[in-house]
């Protein structure tokens, strides 16, 4: 295993089993992987910036080189103050690509040290978004399929006040 350590940000609201995916396999390539909660200034959540984190160190518990934090501002910033210079994404489909790309070649326009590193998503995640999860929970749906097992209850109990 390398000893890069990679930075994976993500509005991860909630965390899937397509996030979890990505997490893992990059945990096996890489020393350290940083899981970050952004606090995205153009998107609502539906679980708080807390919730969202506490579930993500629950759901990553038996990874012992994944560190779980958030942030607010720009993503490069964040990296520079964590001595981090990879950034993680992972592609669902040719969909994501498009914004995916724009991104990192904004992202390396701010700081040209940062590189971004694409992992193709498992095929059978290809569908998955958090949007779709809450949906589905939403309705009362069964998401053991789609998230962590260790928070469903948490995602359930969201819906089950509202
Ligand atoms: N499996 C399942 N779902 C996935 C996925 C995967 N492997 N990869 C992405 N997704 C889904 C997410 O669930 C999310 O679904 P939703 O829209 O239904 O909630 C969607 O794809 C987008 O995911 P996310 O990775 O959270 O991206 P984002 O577009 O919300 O935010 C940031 C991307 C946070 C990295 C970006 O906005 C950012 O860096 N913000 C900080 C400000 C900044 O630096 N901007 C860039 C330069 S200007």
């Avoid at 397509?18 to 200034?41: C, L, P, Q, T, W």
């Avoid at 069964?142 to 209850?153: L, Y």
């Amino acid at each position: 295993m390398n000893k890069t350590r990679v930075l994976y940000p993500g509005s991860f609201d909630p965390i899937t089993n397509g996030h979890m995916d990505i997490i893992e396999r990059s945990s096996k390539i890489f020393g350290e992987v940083n899981v970050a909660v952004v606090k995205n200034i153009n998107k609502n959540s539906t679980f708080t910036l807390q919730e969202r984190v506490e579930m993500i160190e629950k759901a990553c518990k038996h990874l012992d080189n994944v560190k779980i934090q958030y942030f607010e501002g720009l993503t490069v910033d964040f990296a520079k103050s964590i001595g981090c210079s990879t950034i993680i994404r992972g592609l669902r489909a040719v969909s994501d690509f498009e914004s995916e790309m724009q991104m990192s070649l904004a992202n390396k326009k701010l700081d040209n040290n940062i590189e971004t590193i694409f992992l193709v998503a498992d095929e059978k995640y290809a569908f998955l978004s958090s949007s779709i999860v809450r949906e589905m929970a939403s309705y009362g749906a069964d998401i053991s399929e789609f998230v962590p097992e260790v928070i469903i209850d948490e995602i359930k109990a969201k819906y089950s006040n509202k």
